[in-house]
């Protein structure tokens, strides 16, 4: 809020008028899930990267 000069209400009000977190990862084409260990979290850092740099090089849109 101080960042962005932002009073609470309308902090609150941009909070509201967002997405829900299901649905948002209903229409994503990677997650990346930051629950469980760093290692985990590498790992599916590393496999997404791949996947994009694998489509970036065959000109196709990712999905995974």
């Not at 967002?18 to 760093?38: C, H, S, W, Y």
């Not at 090089?57 to 999905?63: L, S, T």
Request: aromatic share 4%; charged share 30%.
């Amino acid at each position: 809020m101080r960042e962005r000069g932002l009073r609470e209400t309308e902090a609150m009000e941009m909070i509201v008028a967002q997405m829900p977190a299901e649905l948002k990862r209903a229409r994503a084409d990677f997650v990346i899930d930051n629950e469980g260990t760093l290692t985990a979290l590498d790992q599916r850092v590393a496999e997404v990267w791949s996947a994009l740099l694998e489509a970036a090089a065959a000109g196709e849109a990712a999905v995974a």
